[in-house]
């Protein structure tokens, strides 16, 4: 039986416990991911494209090895996949290292 206390504020005895929410929050989207990209070209020395890969992309020197390599061999390949913002930032700094350095090396973004 209800106390008339209960009954009255329309509250019941487990009020005060702590539940299960019932309520659903809408699944939030993961946000896409983007690719970056290193081209090969003709000109830009092989140690620059690895001190690249290290530099930015955070690879041992065996891994920018590799990955220069299959570069060169297929003429493109992913340096790593990242939030947009993140692989556009990445996109940025290979650019200016390049421009600097007076290399073609060309990076891109692609969404994955």
């Known amino acids: 039986m209800l106390r008339k206390d209960h009954m009255m504020s329309g509250k019941d005895q487990d009020d005060d416990d702590v539940g299960v929410k019932v309520e659903t929050r809408p699944k939030t989207k993961r946000p896409p991911l ?3 990209l290193i081209l090969n070209d003709d000109y830009t020395p092989m140690e620059f494209v690895v001190h690249v890969l290290e530099r ?3 690879m041992t020197h065996s891994q920018a090895v590799e990955l220069m390599l299959t570069v ?8 790593g996949v990242f939030s947009h913002e993140i692989a556009e930032t990445k996109v940025a ?3 200016d ?3 600097r350095h007076q ?3 060309q990076c891109t973004m692609e969404k994955e």
């Open 97 to 99: 290292l390049a421009q």
């Open 72 to 79: 060169h061999q297929k003429g493109v390949a992913v340096a």
């Open 93 to 95: 700094l290979v650019m």
């Open 56 to 58: 930015y992309f955070g």
């Open 103 to 105: 290399h073609p090396l």
């Open 34 to 36: 983007y690719k970056v």
